[in-house]
């Protein structure tokens, strides 16, 4: 079974300060892993995924297999950081395109 | 992002009504899904389709029928609506690793 945990449901954060959106995962084989954002009154966008390993909008994330994460991470919040972000996982191997999400934290930027 | 497009945008229905939430897209993707949005619990899948006429389901299929007679259209029924699918309906497809929502329905169960 896959999962992914992200264990917080809130973050929030002044403008400038650095941010840290945390995520989790069990899959017992090698996964891709995915950051969704939702802005609001938006629908649900990809951010960024793990294969890649590109920066959009000043955000990265890397994948630590020996702690099974993919923690999202930018230096420098922006109020219009402010959304909620969903990490989502997807096994390997053959034609499986499902995606398993995590519940979501919802991010605010104070300025 | 405008290729895939769902309707209606919002829905007000009685408790043990059928309702149907329709899912369409201009690309031809193959992968469709359909996803529930609920606070506390994130995106949960019902169904997903890999081609025409090829249906499967989710985590939280109970309460919830899809058919898939056409690869562009992919609607959600609800046989008999209960309170507890009051919930922000995401209609997805993808392509190349990504999918691509839709702008979601908001449906509420009385």
């Known amino acids: 079974a896959q999962r992914v945990t992200q264990p917080e449901k809130l973050l929030s954060v002044f403008k400038g300060a650095p941010v840290e959106l945390k995520c989790n995962y069990s899959y017992s084989g090698s996964p891709e892993l995915f950051w969704y954002v939702q802005y609001s009154r938006q629908r649900l966008q990809l951010l960024l995924r793990?294969?890649s390993r590109e920066s959009i909008k000043g955000f990265t994330a890397d994948l630590n297999k020996g702690e099974t994460s993919f923690h999202l991470k930018k230096p420098f919040a922006q109020e219009e950081d402010s959304a909620m972000y969903y990490c989502a996982l997807r096994g390997s191997g053959g034609s499986n395109y499902k995606l398993t999400f995590g519940k979501g934290t919802l991010l605010t930027v104070n300025p | 992002d405008a290729g895939i497009t769902q309707s209606p945008r919002y829905k007000i229905t009685e408790t043990g009504r059928q309702v149907t939430l329709m899912c369409h897209q201009t690309?031809?993707?193959?992968?469709m899904f359909w996803y529930r949005q609920d606070l506390g619990h994130g995106l949960r899948l019902i169904y997903y389709s890999a081609a025409a006429d090829i249906t499967d389901k989710g985590e939280v299929p109970d309460g919830y029928v899809v058919s898939r007679s056409k690869t562009e259209n992919f609607p959600l029924t609800l046989e008999s609506a209960t309170r507890s699918q009051t919930s922000v309906y995401f209609c997805a497809s993808i392509q190349a690793d990504t999918q691509y929502f839709g702008p979601g329905t908001r449906l509420t169960v009385l």
């Open positions: 793990h294969i």
């Open positions: 690309w031809s993707h193959s992968y």
